[in-house]
């Protein structure tokens, strides 16, 4: 494959796991890769291990779940992108996504998983709308989605935490979040990556369900198969389905044909996030 | 109902603040912390439809304090609760740290407290509650975090002297007196690094939040968070004082050596980050 300008694809959550072997991956198909990573350290560690020339990829790290992070994030983004020859943006992957044990609030006061999990993608695409022009957006979802609805009652479950609930949520939010933005004219999947081995169940977990999953992930895939299904998105965009296994369109959760649902949600994180999608398109 | 929190930027402050506006009391809220201030204002006014005004102080400082409350004073504002949630735990053992920032937990624990207490106390509506964050390490004494815990006797103590003086004003003073709160990521390490006792004597969030703001209202004096750690309230005074002190030092000195193993960071100890409330 020989471009004289090289495509550019973001990954949040990409110094470990799914977003890593991804990131190895597109370097491998020829793409330029934007790393993002939780911390600096984190960064660092995964530059190490890629044995790639510097300008195929660029480090940033941020905490997703504080939204002023994510907002520095995207100017200092935009920042290196308008540097570029290219100065687009080809596709956004919005991966970082975690498991916490214990409800825990975000410097806004939102439940961490919610934050992290959902709201930090929905406001990243938002904010890098005007380098998307013809990108392509993609989450990470899981499977895990299929048997929840959203908890319109207590949507932070404030009142009684259960860690899969939340998880569970943050990640239908996900798919029903793409199906919006297709809606709006953003091309957008979400990918189900099925069981994989990482450490998201062991790094903002104690206890027993540590060990549990600890004993779940030894029966998971190597984290290059889901990372096939992104590559085969960035290299078939205009791919028909929503949600991808595989790089197969699959069967999701009904609830995300629900346009009551769907529009309801988005309209919540537009106001969680204090933005308008419809005045960011005009830009 | 008008509620003033300190130490509304932090973990636990930021969950009560979250508690309170789900309640539809409308709340004053300070904190050092300028920008994590002005996310929790804007993440509330996001979600709830309450009057919220933040003002950045610093509670240490005598003059920053008065300016305060002669600007709430001025606005004819007057309060029907007060959250004292601003506390600080950088401690580990007594001669490895600089001696300011053994003092500044008594500064800012202590004495921070009582001025903006006695300060709000005058802005009052009747009835009045105040909520004064304790900690279960108030119940022994604890070496590596000795005064923190001495701080936190302290505002035991005093909470319940407090609440009897000011019954007949109508005035109830409550004692949150929880084990660990998860009120940020590195917390999750340092309970881990605890191991059993860790998770088991850690309270959850959001329960704590609500059950404070129920307890309070009803006039109880103290909460203790979680079956645990009530019978280790109860246990505990049973035992010679001496052998509990022991007995923490060991569980300390065990956890502080797998914090360090697993930490990054091998300057942060693990008493930096566990029981960490407010600021």
């Known amino acids: ?283 | 109902m008008n509620v003033f929190i300190t130490g509304a930027a932090g973990g636990l402050g930021r969950a009560m603040a979250v508690e309170c506006a789900e309640r539809g009391y409308n709340i004053v809220l300070t904190d050092c912390d300028k920008i994590h201030l002005e996310q929790i204002k804007n993440g509330l006014s996001r979600q709830f439809d309450v009057n919220i005004e933040t003002i950045v102080c610093d509670l240490t400082d005598k003059d920053a304090v008065m300016t305060m409350v002669q600007y709430l004073d001025s606005k004819h504002m007057r309060f029907d609760m007060m959250l004292n949630i601003a506390g600080i735990d950088n401690e580990g053992a007594f001669v490895s740290r600089e001696c300011d920032q053994i003092v500044d937990i008594i500064k800012v624990n202590v004495e921070a407290t009582l001025q903006i207490t006695y300060e709000i106390l005058k802005l009052r509506n009747t009835p009045f509650y105040i909520v004064f964050v304790s900690s279960l390490a108030s119940q022994f004494p604890m070496p590596l975090k000795a005064t923190y815990a001495a701080s936190k006797r302290f505002l035991f103590d005093f909470a319940l002297s407090l609440s009897v003086e000011l019954k007949a004003s109508d005035v109830s003073v409550l004692a949150l007196c929880p084990g660990g709160l998860v009120t940020n990521p590195t917390v999750i390490q340092a309970i881990d690094a605890q191991g059993f006792w860790g998770k088991a004597t850690t309270n959850r969030l959001e329960i704590v939040s609500r059950k404070t703001i129920q307890k309070v209202l009803h006039g109880d004096t103290v909460y203790f968070p979680g079956f645990l750690n009530n019978l280790f309230r109860f246990i505990t005074p049973l035992l010679p004082r001496g052998i509990v002190a022991n007995l923490i030092h060991q569980r300390w000195i065990k956890s502080q050596a797998k914090w360090l193993k697993t930490c990054r960071e091998p300057s942060t100890s693990i008493a930096d980050t566990i029981v960490k409330q407010g600021i």
């Open chain 1, 1 to 283: 494959m020989i471009k004289q300008i090289k495509k550019i694809v973001i990954v949040t959550g990409a110094t470990s796991g799914i977003g890593y072997a991804t990131v190895i991956k597109l370097l491998e198909h020829g793409y330029s890769v934007i790393a993002v990573g939780s911390k600096l350290e984190s960064c660092q560690k995964a530059r190490e291990g890629i044995n790639i020339p510097t300008p195929m990829i660029k480090f940033f790290h941020a905490n997703l779940a504080n939204q002023q992070e994510v907002t520095d994030l995207a100017s200092d983004i935009k920042k290196y992108v308008l540097s570029q020859t290219d100065s687009q943006l080809y596709c956004l992957i919005n991966n970082a996504g975690g498991v916490r044990d214990w409800y825990m609030t975000t410097a806004e006061g939102y439940e961490y998983q919610f934050a992290l999990n959902h709201l930090s993608g929905f406001l990243l695409t938002y904010l890098l709308l005007p380098l998307l022009k013809n990108g392509i957006v993609l989450f990470t979802s899981s499977s895990s989605h299929k048997h929840m609805k959203i908890h319109w009652r207590d949507i932070m479950f404030q009142k009684w935490y259960f860690v899969l609930s939340a998880y569970k949520q943050s990640k239908l939010c996900n798919v029903m979040t793409v199906k919006e933005l297709n809606k709006r004219g953003i091309k957008s999947f979400a990918v189900d990556p099925g069981l994989v081995q990482t450490d998201i169940g062991t790094k903002g977990m104690t206890g027993i369900s540590r060990l549990v999953w600890n004993i779940r992930k030894k029966s998971g895939c190597n984290p290059e198969v889901p990372a096939s299904t992104y590559i085969y998105l960035c290299n078939h965009p205009n791919a028909q389905g929503l949600y991808f296994h595989n790089c197969q369109s699959v069967s999701y959760n009904k609830e995300v044909d629900k346009d009551a649902e769907t529009t309801r949600l988005f309209a919540l994180s537009e106001k969680l996030c204090g933005i308008s999608y419809q005045e960011g398109l005009l830009l």
